[in-house]
């Protein structure tokens, strides 16, 4: 399938004093026109890594892409130059991260943070900008626009900040939007308001996104695909529905188990696996979560297992695993 973006076999390396990070691992999938996707791991699987190799952001060194392609609008992400990136970035890609980088600049009104990349993407005039930048934020819902454009952030609560963040992200109408956690911090009700708020620009811009988190109550109400990374790996992929009724990797199971049921309005965090995660400066040779898998058979310490269409699955639901999860479960008589 080819969509609006293409990644084939990403590999990211850190060069550290204490050796050699192994944090992505021959990533590959496509994003549909329209698509939302789910991204969800522990914590050190490369969520981030991923995403932030795609747009240029990895400080090279210690980071180094070692392999893949990155195909968006036709180029290759990985080969542009740093001024060809900058375009890309918040021009056709927005995103929203947690962190320091991307987040408000304190000196500066959230109106001209908002119109800086519609000035620079879009070429529009500092007065249109303005305009536009009034449009957004009545867009993501907040009230009385003329005035807030001209006040700082900290004049904002944490729930309309992440709004203006959003509302940069979207500014020149990006084909894609990424967000890497960005309502972790955000109490459970503001939480449901942004995501809602989401969906709704989604629906109105008919952009695709990448959604980043370890709440799979988000996952079941935003995403139409899942992608379940552990080790800096995509271990099982497919249709939402797919991936909470019928998972296929030990792990995915293990991380959907202790959830009531999916679907209520409340956050959950991912369920706590037994175990440590995988030693990204060592990785094992075979399955990197066959230590903590109770299912694990021989051949998953040997040899690392592709990720290819599950038996019997829905289309596009693929899972890395040796071995046969369902018939496991069934003989454990342990349905789910
Ligand atoms: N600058 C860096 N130098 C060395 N290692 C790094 C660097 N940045 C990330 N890593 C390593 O890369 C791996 C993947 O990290 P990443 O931030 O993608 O995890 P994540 O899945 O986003 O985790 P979280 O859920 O905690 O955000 C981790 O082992 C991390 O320690
Ligand atoms: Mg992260």
Not at 187 to 211: C, E, F, Y
Not at 230 to 245: D, M, S
Not at 254 to 274: F, K, N, S, T, Y
């Amino acid at each position: 399938m080819s969509g609006i973006l293409d990644v084939s076999g990403l590999t990211v390396r850190f060069d550290t004093p204490a050796g050699t990070v192994h944090a992505v691992n021959d990533v590959s999938y496509s994003l549909a026109d329209g698509e939302t996707l789910g991204v969800v791991g522990e914590s050190g699987s490369g969520k981030s890594v991923h995403v932030l190799a795609m747009l240029g952001l990895i400080a090279r060194p210690p980071g180094r892409i070692a392999g893949g392609s990155v195909t968006f609008g036709g180029r290759d992400l990985l080969t542009l130059s740093e001024a060809e990136l900058r375009d890309v970035r918040g021009g056709q890609i927005g995103f929203v991260f947690q962190d320091p980088m991307t987040s408000l600049n304190p000196v500066l009104t959230v109106g001209r943070q908002i119109a800086e990349p519609v000035i620079r993407h879009r070429g529009l005039s500092p007065r249109q900008a303005w305009q536009r930048a009034a449009e957004l934020l009545d867009l993501v819902g907040i009230a009385d626009p003329e005035r807030r454009l001209r006040q700082y952030p900290h004049q904002f609560s944490g729930g309309m900040r992440q709004r203006v963040m959003i509302a940069i992200a979207v500014a020149c109408n990006p084909k894609l939007l990424i967000a890497d956690e960005p309502t972790t911090a955000l109490d459970v009700t503001v939480q449901a308001q942004i995501l809602g708020l989401v969906r709704d620009l989604k629906a109105r811009m008919g952009m695709s996104v990448i959604w980043i988190t370890h709440d799979m109550g988000v996952v079941a109400g935003l995403a139409d695909t899942v992608q379940v990374m552990y080790g800096g790996r995509i271990v099982e992929r497919g249709p939402v529905r797919a991936i909470f009724k019928d998972p296929r990797n030990a792990y995915t199971w293990g991380l959907l188990r202790a959830l009531p049921d999916h679907g209520q309005r409340v956050q959950r965090r991912l369920h706590q696996i037994e175990g440590q995660p995988p030693d990204l400066y060592a990785p094992p040779k075979g399955d990197p979560f066959a230590p903590r898998n109770p299912f694990a058979t021989p051949r998953c310490f040997e040899q690392i297992p592709p990720l290819v269409p599950a038996a019997g699955a829905v289309p596009g639901h693929l899972v890395a695993a040796w071995y046969d999860l369902p018939r496991l479960l069934a003989q454990r008589g342990d349905a789910r």
